[in-house]
Protein backbone atom coordinates (compact mmCIF):
# COMPACT_ATOMS: atom_id res chain seq x y z
CA UNK A 1 0.00 0.00 0.00
CA UNK A 2 2.99 2.38 0.37
CA UNK A 3 4.48 1.80 -2.37
CA UNK A 4 2.71 4.31 -4.52
CA UNK A 5 4.80 6.92 -5.96
CA UNK A 6 2.42 9.24 -6.80
CA UNK A 7 2.75 12.11 -4.16
CA UNK A 8 -1.07 13.24 -4.18
CA UNK A 9 -2.81 9.66 -3.28
CA UNK A 10 0.56 9.27 -0.70
CA UNK A 11 -1.14 12.38 0.90
CA UNK A 12 -4.35 11.46 1.14
CA UNK A 13 -3.40 8.02 2.49
CA UNK A 14 -1.66 9.78 5.35
CA UNK A 15 -4.54 11.87 5.65
CA UNK A 16 -6.58 9.07 6.37
CA UNK A 17 -3.81 7.34 8.55
CA UNK A 18 -3.77 10.27 10.94
CA UNK A 19 -7.09 10.22 11.58
CA UNK A 20 -6.92 6.66 12.36
CA UNK A 21 -4.24 7.14 14.76
CA UNK A 22 -5.65 9.83 15.89
CA UNK A 23 -9.41 8.38 16.91
CA UNK A 24 -7.59 4.91 17.68
CA UNK A 25 -8.15 4.01 21.51
CA UNK A 26 -5.63 4.37 24.50
CA UNK A 27 -3.10 1.67 25.17
CA UNK A 28 -0.69 0.69 27.69
CA UNK A 29 2.46 -0.08 26.01
CA UNK A 30 4.07 -1.03 22.80
CA UNK A 31 3.35 -4.54 22.97
CA UNK A 32 -0.37 -4.03 23.52
CA UNK A 33 -0.70 -1.49 20.25
CA UNK A 34 -1.16 -3.80 17.59
CA UNK A 35 -3.43 -6.33 18.99
CA UNK A 36 -5.50 -3.49 20.35
CA UNK A 37 -6.25 -2.35 17.05
CA UNK A 38 -6.95 -5.32 15.28
CA UNK A 39 -6.77 -4.40 11.34
CA UNK A 40 -5.02 -1.32 11.80
CA UNK A 41 -1.16 -0.39 10.72
CA UNK A 42 1.99 -1.03 13.29
CA UNK A 43 3.41 1.96 14.27
CA UNK A 44 6.78 2.79 14.33
CA UNK A 45 7.66 1.14 17.20
CA UNK A 46 5.79 -1.94 16.65
CA UNK A 47 7.60 -2.32 13.23
CA UNK A 48 11.13 -1.28 14.66
CA UNK A 49 10.59 -3.80 18.03
CA UNK A 50 10.75 -6.64 15.71
CA UNK A 51 14.59 -5.93 15.23
CA UNK A 52 14.67 -5.70 18.93
CA UNK A 53 15.31 -1.55 18.24
CA UNK A 54 13.27 1.59 20.29
CA UNK A 55 11.81 3.81 18.00
CA UNK A 56 11.36 7.22 19.79
CA UNK A 57 10.52 11.15 19.91
CA UNK A 58 11.88 14.02 22.20
CA UNK A 59 9.00 15.91 23.66
CA UNK A 60 8.61 18.85 25.94
CA UNK A 61 6.76 19.67 29.28
CA UNK A 62 4.55 23.07 27.38
CA UNK A 63 3.76 20.48 24.28
CA UNK A 64 1.77 18.16 26.96
CA UNK A 65 -1.31 20.67 27.02
CA UNK A 66 -1.72 19.51 23.33
CA UNK A 67 -3.95 16.39 23.15
CA UNK A 68 -3.63 15.52 19.38
CA UNK A 69 0.27 15.44 20.03
CA UNK A 70 0.34 13.55 23.16
CA UNK A 71 -2.11 10.76 21.83
CA UNK A 72 0.06 10.31 18.96
CA UNK A 73 3.32 10.42 20.79
CA UNK A 74 2.12 7.63 23.14
CA UNK A 75 0.41 5.50 20.48
CA UNK A 76 3.39 5.46 18.12
CA UNK A 77 6.49 5.28 19.79
CA UNK A 78 7.97 3.48 23.00
CA UNK A 79 10.63 5.60 24.03
CA UNK A 80 10.69 9.09 24.70
CA UNK A 81 13.38 12.12 25.51
CA UNK A 82 12.73 15.10 27.75
CA UNK A 83 13.87 18.08 25.22
CA UNK A 84 14.48 20.33 28.43
CA UNK A 85 13.34 19.46 30.85
CA UNK A 86 16.11 17.24 32.74
CA UNK A 87 18.87 19.63 31.52
CA UNK A 88 20.58 21.57 34.50
CA UNK A 89 18.94 24.49 34.31
CA UNK A 90 15.56 22.98 35.20
CA UNK A 91 16.95 20.53 37.25
CA UNK A 92 19.11 22.77 39.57
CA UNK A 93 17.62 26.00 38.96
CA UNK A 94 19.99 27.10 42.43
CA UNK A 95 22.79 25.65 43.88
CA UNK A 96 21.92 22.50 45.85
CA UNK A 97 18.11 22.66 45.27
CA UNK A 98 16.73 20.16 42.98
CA UNK A 99 13.49 20.51 40.76
CA UNK A 100 12.75 17.83 39.15
CA UNK A 101 9.06 18.04 38.37
CA UNK A 102 9.56 18.91 34.48
CA UNK A 103 11.37 15.32 34.16
CA UNK A 104 8.84 13.75 36.51
CA UNK A 105 5.84 14.73 34.36
CA UNK A 106 7.74 13.13 31.32
CA UNK A 107 8.79 10.17 32.88
CA UNK A 108 5.05 9.64 34.76
CA UNK A 109 3.85 10.34 31.07
CA UNK A 110 6.19 7.82 29.59
CA UNK A 111 5.79 5.44 32.02
CA UNK A 112 1.68 5.22 31.33
CA UNK A 113 2.18 4.21 28.26
CA UNK A 114 4.75 1.51 28.51
CA UNK A 115 7.60 3.59 26.94
CA UNK A 116 11.11 3.89 28.45
CA UNK A 117 12.95 7.40 28.66
CA UNK A 118 16.31 8.21 27.87
CA UNK A 119 17.78 11.21 30.26
CA UNK A 120 19.11 14.33 28.67
CA UNK A 121 21.51 15.57 29.62
CA UNK A 122 23.68 15.63 32.87
CA UNK A 123 26.60 17.78 32.01
CA UNK A 124 26.38 20.14 28.73
CA UNK A 125 27.54 24.13 28.44
CA UNK A 126 24.46 25.03 26.95
CA UNK A 127 21.33 25.89 29.40
CA UNK A 128 22.88 26.01 32.50
CA UNK A 129 21.60 27.97 35.52
CA UNK A 130 23.15 31.48 36.65
CA UNK A 131 24.62 30.45 39.79
CA UNK A 132 27.01 28.34 37.66
CA UNK A 133 27.67 30.31 34.42
CA UNK A 134 28.22 33.81 37.37
CA UNK A 135 31.15 33.20 38.48
CA UNK A 136 34.29 31.41 39.07
CA UNK A 137 35.05 28.32 40.24
CA UNK A 138 38.33 26.56 41.59
CA UNK A 139 38.87 22.83 40.14
CA UNK A 140 37.43 21.30 43.75
CA UNK A 141 34.18 23.61 43.89
CA UNK A 142 33.40 22.48 40.64
CA UNK A 143 34.09 19.40 41.14
CA UNK A 144 31.92 18.95 44.34
CA UNK A 145 29.39 20.96 42.42
CA UNK A 146 29.25 18.26 39.26
CA UNK A 147 29.66 15.18 41.25
CA UNK A 148 26.58 16.18 43.52
CA UNK A 149 24.54 17.02 40.05
CA UNK A 150 25.09 14.46 38.44
CA UNK A 151 24.37 11.77 41.58
CA UNK A 152 21.32 13.51 42.57
CA UNK A 153 19.69 13.67 39.28
CA UNK A 154 21.18 10.03 38.24
CA UNK A 155 19.81 8.54 41.94
CA UNK A 156 16.37 10.26 41.69
CA UNK A 157 15.70 8.60 38.06
CA UNK A 158 17.17 5.31 38.62
CA UNK A 159 15.47 3.00 37.83
CA UNK A 160 13.44 5.54 35.75
CA UNK A 161 15.36 6.13 32.78
CA UNK A 162 17.12 3.30 30.84
CA UNK A 163 19.90 5.59 29.68
CA UNK A 164 21.82 9.04 30.46
CA UNK A 165 23.06 11.48 28.02
CA UNK A 166 26.34 11.83 30.88
CA UNK A 167 28.10 14.19 28.71
CA UNK A 168 26.56 16.63 25.61
CA UNK A 169 28.86 18.11 22.90
CA UNK A 170 32.34 17.61 24.13
CA UNK A 171 34.26 18.22 21.29
CA UNK A 172 34.39 20.72 18.42
CA UNK A 173 34.35 20.04 14.80
CA UNK A 174 38.71 19.22 14.29
CA UNK A 175 38.22 17.29 17.27
CA UNK A 176 39.65 19.23 19.88
CA UNK A 177 38.10 19.77 23.28
CA UNK A 178 34.95 22.47 23.18
CA UNK A 179 36.19 24.92 25.64
CA UNK A 180 33.61 25.01 28.44
CA UNK A 181 34.13 25.55 32.09
CA UNK A 182 33.69 22.49 32.71
CA UNK A 183 37.23 21.41 30.54
CA UNK A 184 38.82 24.97 31.79
CA UNK A 185 38.12 24.22 35.23
CA UNK A 186 38.79 20.29 35.45
CA UNK A 187 40.63 19.67 32.50
CA UNK A 188 39.49 16.49 29.84
CA UNK A 189 39.59 14.21 32.98
CA UNK A 190 35.76 15.79 33.82
CA UNK A 191 34.46 13.36 31.46
CA UNK A 192 35.35 10.22 33.05
CA UNK A 193 34.88 11.63 36.21
CA UNK A 194 31.46 11.92 35.11
CA UNK A 195 30.88 8.76 33.81
CA UNK A 196 32.29 7.05 36.85
CA UNK A 197 30.22 9.18 39.21
CA UNK A 198 26.57 8.30 37.12
CA UNK A 199 28.05 4.71 37.39
CA UNK A 200 28.22 5.32 41.13
CA UNK A 201 24.47 6.55 41.14
CA UNK A 202 23.09 3.69 38.96
CA UNK A 203 25.00 0.76 37.98
CA UNK A 204 22.42 -0.39 35.80
CA UNK A 205 21.70 2.67 33.45
CA UNK A 206 23.57 2.68 30.07
CA UNK A 207 25.73 5.39 29.97
CA UNK A 208 26.37 7.88 26.90
CA UNK A 209 28.42 10.60 25.47
CA UNK A 210 26.22 12.47 22.61
CA UNK A 211 26.65 14.54 19.91
CA UNK A 212 25.82 16.37 16.45
CA UNK A 213 28.26 16.21 13.70
CA UNK A 214 29.37 12.81 14.38
CA UNK A 215 27.57 10.56 11.98
CA UNK A 216 30.15 10.71 9.11
CA UNK A 217 33.55 9.57 9.75
CA UNK A 218 35.79 13.17 10.23
CA UNK A 219 38.00 14.87 13.20
CA UNK A 220 34.93 14.76 15.55
CA UNK A 221 33.66 11.49 14.97
CA UNK A 222 37.22 10.48 15.44
CA UNK A 223 38.02 12.19 18.45
CA UNK A 224 35.33 10.12 20.34
CA UNK A 225 36.51 6.90 18.90
CA UNK A 226 39.22 7.76 20.13
CA UNK A 227 37.97 8.80 23.43
CA UNK A 228 35.98 5.98 23.48
CA UNK A 229 38.66 3.65 23.00
CA UNK A 230 40.97 5.36 25.93
CA UNK A 231 38.07 4.92 28.59
CA UNK A 232 37.38 1.67 27.69
CA UNK A 233 40.80 0.60 27.93
CA UNK A 234 40.88 2.65 31.38
CA UNK A 235 37.48 0.64 32.28
CA UNK A 236 35.46 3.45 32.28
CA UNK A 237 31.99 2.79 32.51
CA UNK A 238 31.06 4.09 28.79
CA UNK A 239 27.93 1.88 27.20
CA UNK A 240 27.40 4.27 24.17
CA UNK A 241 27.68 6.98 21.81
CA UNK A 242 24.61 8.96 21.05
CA UNK A 243 24.79 10.49 16.86
CA UNK A 244 22.25 13.32 17.36
CA UNK A 245 21.81 13.11 13.45
CA UNK A 246 20.72 16.80 12.91
CA UNK A 247 20.71 16.48 9.31
CA UNK A 248 20.66 19.44 6.56
CA UNK A 249 19.89 18.43 3.12
CA UNK A 250 21.76 21.03 1.78
CA UNK A 251 25.08 19.71 3.35
CA UNK A 252 24.56 16.15 2.16
CA UNK A 253 23.71 12.79 3.61
CA UNK A 254 26.39 11.50 5.46
CA UNK A 255 27.27 8.26 3.84
CA UNK A 256 29.82 6.46 6.18
CA UNK A 257 27.17 6.50 8.95
CA UNK A 258 26.44 2.84 8.57
CA UNK A 259 30.41 2.24 8.76
CA UNK A 260 31.03 4.78 11.43
CA UNK A 261 28.16 3.01 13.64
CA UNK A 262 29.94 -0.31 13.04
CA UNK A 263 33.45 0.76 14.01
CA UNK A 264 31.61 2.00 17.39
CA UNK A 265 30.17 -1.61 17.90
CA UNK A 266 33.67 -2.96 17.46
CA UNK A 267 34.93 -1.22 20.27
CA UNK A 268 32.03 -2.65 22.54
CA UNK A 269 29.87 0.38 22.50
CA UNK A 270 26.26 0.57 22.07
CA UNK A 271 25.16 3.13 19.40
CA UNK A 272 22.31 5.25 19.17
CA UNK A 273 20.48 7.83 16.93
CA UNK A 274 19.35 10.44 19.36
CA UNK A 275 17.93 13.38 17.86
CA UNK A 276 16.94 13.02 14.16
CA UNK A 277 15.56 15.71 12.23
CA UNK A 278 16.09 16.50 8.61
CA UNK A 279 15.96 20.32 7.84
CA UNK A 280 15.52 21.48 4.53
CA UNK A 281 15.48 25.34 3.11
CA UNK A 282 11.57 26.60 3.26
CA UNK A 283 9.53 26.38 0.94
CA UNK A 284 9.37 22.56 1.13
CA UNK A 285 9.08 21.19 -2.25
CA UNK A 286 7.86 17.69 -3.16
CA UNK A 287 11.22 17.34 -4.52
CA UNK A 288 12.80 18.06 -0.77
CA UNK A 289 10.46 16.11 0.77
CA UNK A 290 10.96 13.40 -1.18
CA UNK A 291 14.71 13.74 -0.77
CA UNK A 292 14.26 14.00 3.00
CA UNK A 293 11.84 11.18 2.67
CA UNK A 294 15.05 9.38 1.24
CA UNK A 295 16.92 10.42 4.10
CA UNK A 296 15.18 9.12 6.78
CA UNK A 297 15.07 5.78 4.91
CA UNK A 298 18.85 5.93 4.73
CA UNK A 299 19.22 6.34 8.63
CA UNK A 300 17.07 4.00 9.10
CA UNK A 301 18.67 1.47 7.67
CA UNK A 302 22.12 2.39 8.60
CA UNK A 303 20.95 1.86 12.38
CA UNK A 304 18.89 -1.94 11.45
CA UNK A 305 22.57 -2.92 9.78
CA UNK A 306 24.40 -2.72 12.93
CA UNK A 307 23.33 -5.06 15.68
CA UNK A 308 24.86 -2.13 18.64
CA UNK A 309 22.40 0.50 17.04
CA UNK A 310 19.72 0.52 19.86
CA UNK A 311 17.22 2.21 18.66
CA UNK A 312 16.06 5.68 16.90
CA UNK A 313 14.49 8.91 18.72
CA UNK A 314 13.30 11.67 16.24
CA UNK A 315 14.15 15.27 17.76
CA UNK A 316 10.02 15.35 18.58
CA UNK A 317 8.14 14.09 15.75
CA UNK A 318 6.37 16.81 14.05
CA UNK A 319 7.21 20.20 12.71
CA UNK A 320 4.82 21.87 15.40
CA UNK A 321 7.44 21.54 18.16
CA UNK A 322 10.59 21.38 16.08
CA UNK A 323 13.61 23.76 17.40
CA UNK A 324 14.58 24.34 14.18
CA UNK A 325 12.91 27.36 12.69
CA UNK A 326 13.55 29.34 16.04
CA UNK A 327 17.27 28.33 15.74
CA UNK A 328 18.19 28.43 11.82
CA UNK A 329 15.51 31.22 10.44
CA UNK A 330 14.36 30.21 7.26
CA UNK A 331 15.02 26.62 7.73
CA UNK A 332 12.38 24.16 9.04
CA UNK A 333 9.87 20.77 7.67
CA UNK A 334 12.62 18.68 9.30
CA UNK A 335 10.27 16.12 10.79
CA UNK A 336 8.35 12.86 9.73
CA UNK A 337 4.89 14.71 11.07
CA UNK A 338 3.90 18.37 9.54
CA UNK A 339 2.72 21.00 11.95
CA UNK A 340 -0.90 19.30 11.79
CA UNK A 341 0.09 16.28 12.82
CA UNK A 342 -0.29 14.81 9.72
CA UNK A 343 1.95 12.04 8.42
CA UNK A 344 4.89 13.29 5.92
CA UNK A 345 6.80 11.56 3.03
CA UNK A 346 9.56 10.63 5.42
CA UNK A 347 6.96 8.72 7.83
CA UNK A 348 6.55 6.43 5.08
CA UNK A 349 10.17 6.12 4.23
CA UNK A 350 10.49 4.89 7.69
CA UNK A 351 7.80 2.92 7.99
CA UNK A 352 9.40 1.16 4.82
CA UNK A 353 13.07 0.83 6.22
CA UNK A 354 11.17 -0.74 9.53
CA UNK A 355 9.56 -3.02 7.16
CA UNK A 356 12.38 -4.35 5.19
CA UNK A 357 13.84 -7.68 6.53
CA UNK A 358 17.19 -7.73 8.92
CA UNK A 359 20.34 -7.91 6.93
CA UNK A 360 23.68 -8.35 7.58
CA UNK A 361 25.27 -6.90 10.78
O1 LIG B 1 12.04 28.52 29.07
C1 LIG B 1 12.07 29.73 28.30
C2 LIG B 1 10.77 30.46 28.41
O2 LIG B 1 10.58 30.86 29.75
C3 LIG B 1 10.79 31.66 27.46
O3 LIG B 1 9.56 32.27 27.46
C4 LIG B 1 11.12 31.22 26.04
C5 LIG B 1 11.26 32.40 25.08
O4 LIG B 1 12.11 32.07 24.00
O5 LIG B 1 12.35 30.53 26.05
C6 LIG B 1 12.31 29.37 26.85
O6 LIG B 1 13.55 28.73 26.78
C7 LIG B 1 13.80 28.05 25.54
C8 LIG B 1 14.05 26.59 25.87
O7 LIG B 1 14.42 25.89 24.70
C9 LIG B 1 12.81 25.91 26.46
O8 LIG B 1 11.76 25.98 25.54
C10 LIG B 1 15.04 28.65 24.92
O9 LIG B 1 14.78 29.97 24.49
C11 LIG B 1 15.49 27.83 23.74
O10 LIG B 1 16.75 28.29 23.29
C12 LIG B 1 15.63 26.38 24.15
O11 LIG B 1 15.95 25.62 22.98
C13 LIG B 1 16.34 24.29 23.20
C14 LIG B 1 17.79 24.10 22.75
O12 LIG B 1 18.15 22.75 22.90
C15 LIG B 1 18.78 24.94 23.53
O13 LIG B 1 20.06 24.75 23.01
C16 LIG B 1 15.45 23.41 22.37
O14 LIG B 1 14.11 23.50 22.86
C17 LIG B 1 15.94 21.96 22.44
O15 LIG B 1 15.20 21.18 21.54
C18 LIG B 1 17.41 21.93 22.05
O16 LIG B 1 17.87 20.61 22.14
C19 LIG B 1 19.25 20.39 21.81
C20 LIG B 1 19.71 19.19 22.62
O17 LIG B 1 19.48 19.41 23.98
C21 LIG B 1 21.18 18.90 22.37
N1 LIG B 1 21.44 18.74 20.95
C22 LIG B 1 20.97 19.84 20.12
C23 LIG B 1 19.49 20.08 20.34
C24 LIG B 1 18.97 21.15 19.42
O18 LIG B 1 19.55 22.39 19.70
Redesign the pocket.
Known amino acids: MRTTSTTAPRLVLAGALAAALLLGGATTGPAARAAERPGQEHTLADLAQRHGRYFGS ?1 T ?1 N ?1 ELADEPYTALLGREFDQITP ?2 GM ?1 WYATEPRQGVFDFSQGDEIVNLARSKGQKVRG ?2 LV ?1 H ?2 LPDWLTGREWTAPELRAVLKKHIQTQVRHYRGKVFAWDVV ?2 AFNEDGTYRDTVFLRTLGPGYIADALRWAHQADPHVRLYLND ?1 NIEATGPKSDAYHELAKQLKARHVPLHGIGF ?1 T ?1 LALQYGYPATLEDNLRRFSRLGLDTALT ?1 VDVRMQLPATEEKLAEQARWYRSLTEACLAVRRCVGITL ?1 DYTDKYS ?1 IP ?2 FPGEGAALPWDEALRPKPAYHALREALQTPRRGR
Do not use: C, L, V
Open positions: ADPGNKHTWSQNEYQHEWWAF
